[in-house]
C-alpha cells in the first residue's frame, strides 16, 4: 500500500508517502464471489460480465496517534472505474465521514456493470481526501484492476410489456420487448417467441441481426 500527502506525479495524479490518511483494506464483491484484503496494483481476480453488481468495502484509517488526538474530518471517498461506460467513466461518492485518531471507518460503494461494456481490462482508482483539525488536507490514491468478460453467444430481455395490461375477449394486444446483444460475438439469426396457450397467442419473429453491445 502506498498512502500519501498531497502532490502531483508525472502523470498528474495526486501521489504521496506521508499523509495520515491510509487505506488499510480493500475487499471487492464481484456477483456473488468475494476477494479480499487487496493490495495496491492488484487485478480482481473476478470477472465481471455485463450487468454485475461490483462491491468495494474500503477500509479508511487516521493515523495520528492518540497522543496527538488529531480527526480528520469531511472525508471524501470517490471509487472509479475508468472507460467502462461506452470510454465513459463511472464514478461513485461516499457520504462524507470524519476517523477520529488512531482509528479507523469502512465504506462500502456499489456499482453495476453497464449492459453494453467491451471485454477489457479497466483501471479502478480509489480516491480518499479530508482534512485534520489544523487545516492539513491528507489524501491517497489507490490503483486497482477490474477485467470484463462477455460469454460468446448471450442474448438478454431487458424490457417486456403488454397493451393493454388487462385484455378482455376480442381485443387486439400488443408485445413489446426490448433484447440486447451481451455476448462477445455478432449475432445475425436470433429468433424471439411469445406464447400463451391460455389465450391462444403464438407469436414468431426470426431472422434478428444484432451486432456485439447493441439491442433492438
Given at each position: 500500500m502506498a498512502p500519501f500527502a498531497l502532490g502531483a506525479n508525472e502523470d498528474g495524479k495526486v501521489t504521496s508517502t506521508n499523509g495520515k490518511l491510509l487505506i488499510t483494506d480493500v475487499d471487492v464483491k464481484v456477483g456473488s464471489k468475494s476477494d479480499k484484503n487487496l493490495d495496491y496494483g492488484d487485478k480482481i481476480k473476478n470477472e465481471a460480465k455485463p450487468g454485475?453488481?461490483?462491491?468495494?468495502?474500503?477500509?479508511?484509517?487516521?493515523?495520528?496517534?492518540?497522543?496527538?488526538?488529531?480527526?480528520?474530518?469531511?472525508?471524501?471517498?470517490?471509487?472509479?472505474?475508468?472507460?467502462?461506460?461506452?470510454?465513459d467513466d463511472l464514478d461513485e461518492d461516499a457520504k462524507e465521514f470524519d476517523v477520529k485518531a488512531d482509528d479507523d471507518d469502512k465504506v462500502k460503494i456499489e456499482f453495476e456493470i453497464p449492459l453494453e461494456v467491451d471485454e477489457d481490462t479497466f483501471d479502478v482508482l480509489i480516491e480518499v481526501e479530508g482534512d485534520d483539525e489544523n487545516g492539513t488536507t491528507h489524501a491517497i490514491i489507490w490503483g486497482l484492476e477490474l477485467e470484463v468478460e462477455k460469454e460468446s453467444h448471450e442474448i438478454r430481455i431487458i424490457r417486456a410489456a403488454l397493451t393493454p395490461s388487462t385484455i378482455r375477449c376480442q381485443r387486439q394486444i400488443s408485445i413489446n420487448t426490448e433484447i440486447i446483444n451481451t455476448g462477445s460475438d455478432d449475432e445475425d439469426d436470433v429468433t424471439l417467441e411469445a406464447t400463451s396457450a391460455d389465450l391462444g397467442i403464438s407469436s414468431l419473429t426470426a431472422d434478428i441481426e444484432l451486432d456485439e453491445g447493441t439491442d433492438d
Open positions: 454485475d453488481k461490483v462491491e468495494f468495502s474500503i477500509e479508511v484509517k487516521n493515523n495520528f496517534t492518540d497522543a496527538q488526538d488529531l480527526e480528520i474530518e469531511d472525508i471524501e471517498l470517490t471509487v472509479t472505474i475508468e472507460g467502462i461506460d461506452d470510454d
